[in-house]
């Protein structure tokens, strides 16, 4: 065997001249090559000596250090380890192996290390262990890498000259003297048992060097695509990848090339997400969010023919998320939605035993999971024991979706799958390590990222091309004649100092050799400079600006253009490496590429045409009209919603209500003044239901603040949570005043309250282009009351950061809901129904009554030059209402689809975010112009439109 041994070599992709066979090795009639670096080659050293094992995930062997540096309990890491225990493990350990690797023996070693706290911590803990496997009872440590480099270095010593390795040379690609001092150590124990040591002779070429930078990602890809297509001879053509390609890979594919596929590198694989997650939805104190994301938790490749796999059947979770969107809480009580959603569950297993049933078992084991019996936490300790369950739920779920016969599922998603089991039990074989039964929470996810699996998930595709892709310079093959490098940016990678200069010392005593950070940049960027030297032409692009950050070359073509100063003398104005670079025979900008009609880059071009500039026209109106009749799309029921919809935005209404467009998240779990809203209304309903705010009867304080706090849970549990206690207090005293205040109010006023959360429905007679249609108009009321006298009250909560905008309403004749509210409202009575906005947050009524509301002025001033007093009782806007409601659903069943509102936007190139004093007189206008008519127009909001994008108002044209 010939070995071509190079520190940076491990993940290079190629292997010799030679032919390659199925083991990756090359083979010719001299022996077999094998191209590694130091990883490898220490596999080979162990697999001629007969010491391989099993790989162990280093969280294990982090696990095990944990419980040794307990037992140890050195003075030096105490604190860290009370308040850190995993992390501190982890930094020990790393300083363990980098001793052990450069050659510590602790057996072995007398020194003394009083004045060296962490190499005393060291020694401490390392009299404990006891290398051996997993399975050895005896073991407290699985070796690692350093301790296997130890075991080898010893074999070979011992056996070496006797053994037959089967190795006859090694050519060294770095010089030997540049090598950590352990592997010196091992080359030269090779070198005594017969096997010829070499080192490869320099490259003394200096590569013709291009820079092409644009000023992003696209540009650049756009030059590096076009060279590469053109490209003539790609059998010697070596491409490397500073980093993601997927905006070279986009523009390869427009030209018909081979794409390369390498993903955005990242700490860990997206898959490594899933257990963070379910740790997260189960663990005390449950957060609704959270759970949320837990039960929406999906596996599956965009633009794959195979469905995507859910951890929770969607049956299942589509009922659980329906739950928590109404009531955004878990609670135990039998109305609530949660409840009502397992019963339903339960009650359909009757009709389908063997589909349905499955699925009420599974909603009825993630309910015990997170609400009956989850994992005990107590004062932030995670009790391992009562985790095991859940973790057992976890394990089989994803087993099964790994194994559901008669499903089919992309390559990718089963790949994910699979990471995210490899994940699950790397993170059980870590905790099965550790000595305490409890920990931490921030140290149970600590030790869930610390399993995580590293290797990048990426859906990008490469396409077999003849040319070789590496990662690094350093693994640039032999025999290549020209290297396009993608990306030479910077890396942030740099080596880092581990040891002080005293412990450096204290160590060399001890027989170990460390290697400063500085030695191994200094052999990683030779490694570099070394595999530049291969080609006679180097292109590099690099943009300007990676994702907005500026971007500046790597330093390993700094180093090259030293070299090519002293190879050229009279080429440059200068030997300093900024003159180098930028030199215009160097540095190609990408408008420099381009002349008249040929784009030109070292020996390729190519003919382009010029094409004309798209542009992106912004709309000006937004309104439509379409040809036919839509007769069909017109509704059979109507809300008040609904009727602030046709009435502000037609179009909105047609896109949401009768063809369903609506926004992504359908299953949004309430939060902010949503939920407060939500939870508020739910208290008011119980205490009137229960009798203790009806009939006359005034509910006490005590009786509120009860009621809220059993409602928490069911409808408010975000405010349960860590670090929400002052807002839950602040919500909590600004709720038991205000509903004080509303209920007192209502009694002072001789209203007695009949009803709260209470349904209607109204048959309404429309006219629609000219023919009569009935539509059933229907709602909730919040409250609903009477005076002595029979004449009704209907009262609408709102939880809202500012009145503003209902006082406006009602001044300005706008309040659709209560005139909606007054005209289904049974008669009795003198006068109209009483219709009242209450404001929970502020505690005060809006409506024209003066005795309920004193802030009431009757309406618009007498001097305002409007026609029409909006100010009257809303009842009174009814034939208004019905008008414009007729004239709206005319126009859509004609094809006339109106958003004024939007087309004011439009018209004047502004977006919804935007304030202006003309475009505020415009929409005025059309309130007037409304008015004169008749009818009414509600001037929503338009920055609240769920439709902006797509009106293209938003700033995006596209």
Not at 291 to 308: H, K
Not at 491 to 507: C, G, H, N, Q, R
Not at 616 to 623: A, D, E, F, R, Y
Not at 638 to 650: A, G, K, M, N, V
């Amino acid at each position: 065997m010939h070995i071509k041994f190079g520190w940076a070599l491990d993940r290079a992709p190629w292997q010799s001249q030679n032919s390659v066979d199925s083991t990756g090795t090359t083979t010719s009639p001299a022996g077999t090559t094998v191209v590694t670096g130091p990883l490898g080659f220490l596999g080979v050293l162990q697999t001629r000596l007969g010491t391989t094992r099993t790989t162990v995930n280093r969280p294990v062997r982090i696990a095990q250090y944990r419980s040794l540096m307990a037992e140890a309990d050195h003075p030096w890491y105490q604190r860290s380890f009370a308040t850190d225990p995993w992390n501190t493990a982890h930094h020990l350990l790393r300083l363990r192996d980098d001793a052990i690797e450069a050659g510590w023996q602790s057996t072995t070693d007398t020194e003394n290390y009083a004045e060296h706290p962490r190499l005393d911590a060291l020694a401490a803990v390392e009299r404990l262990v006891h290398l051996g496997p997993d399975h050895d009872r005896n073991a407290t440590l699985v070796p690692g890498r350093a301790d296997d480099l130890r075991e080898v270095l010893t074999l070979i010593r011992h056996h070496g000259p006797n053994w037959p390795l089967g190795i006859d040379t090694i050519e060294i690609q770095d010089r030997l003297t540049d090598l950590p001092n352990t592997w010196q150590n091992i080359l030269e124990a090779l070198n005594i048992a017969g096997v010829t040591i070499t080192e490869a002779s320099p490259h003394s070429g200096v590569p013709e060097l291009t820079i092409v930078s644009g000023p992003d990602e696209w540009s650049t890809a756009e030059g590096a695509a076009r060279w590469l297509s053109n490209a003539p001879d790609r059998d010697k053509l070596c491409i490397i990848s500073g980093g993601s390609t997927t905006v070279l890979d986009h523009e390869l594919a427009r030209r018909g090339t081979p794409t390369l596929g390498i993903a955005r590198r990242s700490a860990t694989s997206p898959s490594g997400q899933v257990l963070p997650v379910f740790l997260s939805a189960i663990l005390p104190p449950t957060d609704i969010r959270r759970v949320a994301e837990f039960l929406s938790l999906s596996f599956g490749a965009p633009n794959s023919e195979a469905s995507a796999k859910a951890l929770v059947p969607r049956s299942v979770s589509k009922a659980l998320l329906n739950a928590l969107t109404a009531e955004p809480g878990l609670s135990g009580d039998p109305d609530s939605a949660w409840m009502k959603a397992l019963r339903d569950l339960h009650d359909d297993a009757d009709t389908d035993p063997e589909v349905k049933a499955k699925a009420a078992e599974t909603a009825h084991t993630i309910d015990r999971l997170i609400r009956l019996s989850p994992p005990s936490v107590d004062n932030d300790l995670v009790d391992l024991t009562t985790l095991q369950p859940a973790l057992d739920w976890l394990a089989s779920r994803l087993r099964a979706l790994a194994h559901h016969p008669g499903e089919t599922a992309s390559e990718t998603t089963t790949t994910f799958i699979t990471e995210a089991t490899t994940h699950l039990t790397s993170f059980r074989e870590a905790l099965a390590q550790l000595s305490e039964r409890k920990l931490r929470v921030r140290e149970l996810f600590d030790i869930a990222d610390a399993c995580a699996p590293t290797a990048p998930h990426s859906t990008a595709e490469a396409v077999a091309a003849k040319w070789t892709v590496v990662s690094e310079p350093s693994e640039v093959p032999d025999d290549c004649e020209t290297i396009l490098w993608w990306s030479s940016c910077r890396s942030d990678s740099s080596e880092t100092e581990l040891w002080d200069p005293e412990e450096t010392a204290a160590l060399s005593h001890a027989g170990a050799q460390i290697s400063t950070a500085a030695e191994r940049e200094r052999l990683r960027q030779a490694a570099e400079l070394r595999g530049l030297r291969h080609a006679a032409t180097l292109i590099c692009f690099c943009p300007d600006r990676v994702r907005g950050e500026v971007t500046s070359l790597h330093a390993a073509l700094s180093r090259l253009a030293e070299d090519i100063a002293a190879s050229d003398p009279e080429r440059f104005a200068s030997k300093g490496v900024d003159a180098v670079l930028g030199d215009a025979s160097v540095a190609r900008p990408v408008p420099t590429l381009h002349e008249a009609e040929t784009w030109r880059l070292c020996d390729v071009s190519t003919t382009l045409d010029e094409v004309t500039l798209e542009t992106t026209t912004p709309p000006s109106t937004i309104s439509r009209s379409l040809d036919g009749e839509f007769t069909h799309i017109l509704p059979d029921r109507l809300s008040f919603t609904q009727i602030e919809q046709l009435l502000s935005d037609p179009l909105g209404w047609t896109l949401e209500r009768a063809l369903g467009i609506k926004r992504g998240f359908s299953s949004e779990v309430p939060t902010g003044n949503r939920m407060i809203g939500t939870f508020v209304h739910a208290i008011v309903e119980n205490l009137v239901t229960r009798g203790a705010a009806a009939n006359g009867s005034l509910p006490t304080t005590p009786m509120i603040a009860d009621t809220f706090d059993r409602f928490v849970p069911r409808f408010a549990s975000e405010l349960l949570l860590p670090g929400q206690k002052a807002r839950l207090g602040t919500i909590r005293s600004t709720v038991l005043a205000s509903l004080t205040s509303l209920f007192t109010a209502l009694q002072n006023r001789g209203i007695t309250l009949t009803g709260a959360e209470a349904d209607f429905t109204h048959a309404w007679e429309l006219t629609v282009g000219g023919s009569p249609r009935t539509v059933e108009l229907g709602g909730m009321r919040d409250l609903e009351g009477t005076f002595d006298d029979g004449r009704p009250a209907i009262i609408d909560l709102k939880w809202s950061n500012s009145g503003k905008r209902y006082r406006t309403m009602i001044d300005e004749g706008e309040a659709a809901q209560l005139s909606v509210y007054s005209r289904t409202a049974e008669a009795g009575g003198d006068g109209n129904p009483l219709t009242a906005y209450f404001l929970l947050k502020q505690g005060r009524f809006v409506c024209t009554d003066s005795a309920l509301d004193p802030d009431f002025t009757g309406g618009l001033d007498e001097t305002d030059d409007s026609e029409t007093d909006f100010g009257r009782d809303p009842a009174g806007l009814w034939p208004r209402i019905e008008a414009s409601v007729e004239d709206a659903l005319t126009k859509i069943a004609t094809g006339d689809f109106e958003s004024l509102s939007a087309d004011v936007y439009a018209d004047f190139g502004i977006t919804p975010e935007e304030k202006s004093t003309d475009l505020n007189k415009a929409i005025k206008a059309i309130k007037d112009a409304a008015s004169a008519e008749g009818r009414l127009f509600i001037d929503k909001p338009q920055r609240f439109s769920a439709f902006n994008i797509i009106y293209g108002i938003a700033g995006d044209h596209s």
